[in-house]
């Protein structure tokens, strides 16, 4: 922050202002300060998460964790108190219908590879 340069006989409006306009900066280096530093988390884990995709060479890194979510739900959720056939047909159909596109994703791309 450099200062503002003041002629030796300067009124005291003048500096006022100069004062006004140190302060102001004061306060805008303050903000970015602090909002750098409430950033900072956010910043680390999204560098975590793309050190992670590019480590594993996972392509489609947020469709394979919703699909191992649903997997997961699909086998570990309990179904309904009765237990009927009809329950465990909904639920298949169901963890198809959410695998679908991620199954089909990866259809295509093992057919570009060969």
């Given amino acids: ?10 009124s005291r ?3 006022r202002k100069a004062l006004i306009r140190l302060r102001m900066e004061m306060h ?5 300060h ?11 884990v ?8 590019d480590g ?17 739900g699909f086998l570990t959720g309990k179904g309904a108190k009765n237990g009927g056939g009809l329950d465990s047909l ?3 159909v169901r963890l198809g219908t959410t695998l679908g596109p ?7 791309g093992s057919s570009r590879k060969h």
């Fill in 102 to 108: 991620l199954i089909k994703l990866v259809l295509q």
């Fill in 13 to 15: 409006t003048e500096m």
């Fill in 90 to 92: 909904t639920r298949l």
């Fill in 46 to 53: 999204r560098g975590m998460t793309q050190n992670l995709q």
């Fill in 34 to 44: 602090e909002s750098a530093q409430l950033l900072q988390p956010l910043q680390r």
């Fill in 1 to 10: 922050m450099s200062l503002p340069e003041l002629p030796p006989n300067s």
């Fill in 28 to 32: 805008r280096q303050e903000i970015r």
């Fill in 56 to 72: 594993f060479g996972i392509k489609h890194a947020p469709l394979w964790g919703v699909a191992a979510v649903t997997l997961i």
